[in-house]
């Protein structure tokens, strides 16, 4: 057992593993006593602890053997930290400045060390919730998705090292396994875990449960999800694993990364901006109706997929045939290489929109709800926000074949209701 | 090293190895000067011998490091008979009656020992250019595909198992980078191991070539087949791999098995038997026009995906929630169970379909050709054919959308030219 030796710290024990760690003492100097140590996970899962010392800071996360929200009753497998730190190593060779830097793995503790993204950076969810612009983040983010994915899919990989990698993520199964219980599950049945606006949103939870149109569609979501490998994925990219400032963006916490659809990622990003754009009316006040933020908001989910597409591309363009998909002596004029190309990203886009929807509903009315509409303290406009929501994720996932542009999309999302 | 003791054996070397296996010398009976040794492979891979001696008899089937028909100039992995010998046992478990029983594996040795099936057992394609009819190979290729792949599949597995069967046939990689090579990507190119009927052929091949549709269909079945893992295949479902009697059925040769695309095996049959009626004109006489044999192959390619189909409906009637997929508490009225047994069925045709269309190409224009065409003396005849095997398989690869029923793809065979 790898982790026999596993110790769950605390705040009063992680100076003393730190000692432990020569390297680590370098990076903060000095010694213990003159170490601050400060708990700061906010997420559902872990532990994340911030070290600061005379000479330098890191942050140290560690997992421990069940889910941190709901306590020792949800067992959860300490492998999480190692496909984490494989994950954020591979992002740091694809993508260095959007990842934080690993310092330090120790598998037995499941304990990570890495670079401290130190304010102004903040979770950009909640950057999104106070209204505040991210000139860079749709740029930051196209370029860190059609970069991590298409690098490790069969565009760019042989498929000897795509298969040894995918047989590798596999072991990740248990992080796969939440995922499929809580967003393609659970959401559409009467589980003990749902929750949502109550009695406000009852009957809306229901007609979905009753919704044949949408479960075939989420089975095909799901199917796609467990059974096709394309690429590696970050596996939970939400905006409460980005940190940003206006001109840093910065993907954390890829423990639920495995091998599977490139719309996966690209749908969790977005469909979590299309719930940080709906929830803005329920932060609007008289001094600031966010009309103009909502405005921003649109557009980052516009370029989003607009720059991630133009930079896919480029990587495409710039390695044709080094992948073992799609064959240079085959794919051998312009035109043919622009006909595939063309259905590849429609049936990326397709599933885009799919995954996006899905990750919508499952915030409404599943066990997980964003902090975006939590925090609207008025419970009605709350309920319209969620409901709007809702419903604009059911149109998606049940319509999306008649989209074949992300500004149709921004469109029928500025006129929903 | 796993094969650092492996030795290849020969005619003259075979008895020799049995002896040193207590357990396969009581099968034979008596002593090595007892035993009679034939090698029989047919086979473009592999060696096969039969050893009979004065109580029983058995087959003993060894890999060599390279592939048997080209020589050691193109090596190929020993661990093939590993992931034959597991795929083997994995059917035994699954469709008992329908496979040869293993006796004995030597995974140093690359070598499985196991039931010989005795004359009048024949290999299917044989008993195709025969004219034989096999009144139950519908039935049983169905039954066969049926359990083999609703077993191994998300419908009947956790993800859990499912995750841990497809790490472990990613093992099986350089199995499916021949079949990449030699089915998805030379038949499309000039290739120098490609050969075809010439000069007869070669402005169809010229064509084929420069077809941009259907370079595109084979981008999309190239992919599903590298990245979709939905069942375990058997993956060289040819009737090559077919033994038969009038009332026995039993599928050999499973060595390149591994996680993929179900339409995969269903389309290698059914491709094979199409390539098998194309070519009984070219086996027809004055005596046996072959009229009536050619209604029963049309008959066993529509009953074949008709039974596969009941079949397969059947085992998942009787397995609601056995497997991850769909769970019962989300499909859980008989109307949506329909509806989504219904879309499933209609993407796996959609698949099969062109499975079948790439496995017919590639035996016209690529590496491996079937014998139901060369052995066609006439050569006027053989390419006429050939050139309607091409002209069936281009047309079911592009317009197959077009098709929701097996009997009118055999409309169409039927009626082209
Ligand atoms: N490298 C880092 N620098 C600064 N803060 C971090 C860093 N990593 C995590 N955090 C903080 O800790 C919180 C939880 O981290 P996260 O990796 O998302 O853990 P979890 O897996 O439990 O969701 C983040 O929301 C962020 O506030
Ligand atoms: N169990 C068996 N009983 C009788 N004959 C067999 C058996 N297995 C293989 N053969 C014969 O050996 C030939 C080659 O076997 P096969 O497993 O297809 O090898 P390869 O992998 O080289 O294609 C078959 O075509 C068949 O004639
Ligand atoms: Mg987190
Ligand atoms: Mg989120
Ligand atoms: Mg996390
Ligand atoms: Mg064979
Ligand atoms: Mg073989």
Not at 318 to 333: F, I, L, M, R
């Amino acid at each position: 057992d790898i982790h026999a030796s596993f110790k769950p710290l605390d705040e009063t024990l992680v100076a003393g593993y730190v000692e432990s760690q020569p390297g680590l003492v370098t990076i903060l100097g000095g010694t213990s006593a003159d170490w601050n140590v400060k708990e700061v996970g906010d997420g559902n899962l872990n532990f994340v602890y911030i070290l600061t010392g005379p000479k330098g800071s890191f942050v140290l996360k560690q997992a421990l053997p069940y889910v941190r929200c709901v306590g020792e009753s949800w067992p959860m497998t300490l492998e999480r930290a190692y496909f984490e730190t494989t994950v954020l190593r591979e992002h740091g060779r694809l993508a260095s400045h959007l990842v934080p830097v690993v310092y330090h793995f120790d598998h037995p503790m499941a304990l990570t060390v890495m670079e401290y993204l130190a304010p102004p950076h903040i979770i950009l969810r909640k950057g999104l919730i106070a209204g505040t612009v991210y000139p860079l983040l749709a740029q930051h983010m196209a370029e860190f998705m059609a970069s991590t994915l298409f690098h490790t899919s069969l565009l760019a990989l042989s498929t000897m090292k795509h298969r040894k990698e995918v047989a590798h993520f596999c072991g990740n199964i248990e992080m796969c396994r939440l995922t499929e219980q809580v967003i393609f599950t659970e959401p559409y049945m009467d589980a003990a875990n749902n929750r949502w606006s109550s009695p406000h949103l009852d009957t809306d939870v229901q007609a979905l449960r009753e919704d044949s149109a949408i479960k075939l569609e989420i089975a095909g979501l799901k199917s796609k999800f467990c059974e096709r490998t394309q690429a590696l994925l970050h596996g939970d990219l939400h905006s409460g694993s980005i940190m940003v400032t206006q001109n840093s963006t910065k993907i954390i916490d890829p423990e639920f990364g495995f091998y599977g659809p490139m719309g996966f990622d690209l749908g969790a990003f977005l469909g979590n901006l299309i719930l940080a754009y709906i929830s803005q009316d329920g932060h609007a006040t008289s001094q600031d109706d966010r009309e103009g933020y909502k405005l921003w908001l649109l557009k980052t989910i516009g370029d989003t997929w607009q720059l991630f597409s133009e930079k896919f591309l480029v990587h495409w363009d710039q390695n044709w045939g080094s992948g073992d998909a799609y064959k240079k002596e085959v794919y051998n004029t312009k035109d043919l290489q622009l006909l595939v190309q063309k259905s590849f990203m429609s049936e990326l886009f397709q599933d885009t929109l799919g995954y996006a929807a899905a990750k919508m509903i499952r915030r409404i009315v599943g066990i997980a709800h964003v902090e975006d509409m939590e925090s609207i303290s008025d419970v009605e406009k709350k309920v319209t926000c969620e409901r709007r929501a809702l419903t604009f994720a059911k149109h998606l996932l049940k319509e999306r074949s008649k989209y074949s542009d992300i500004r149709q999309v921004c469109n029928a999302l500025q006129g929903s209701r």
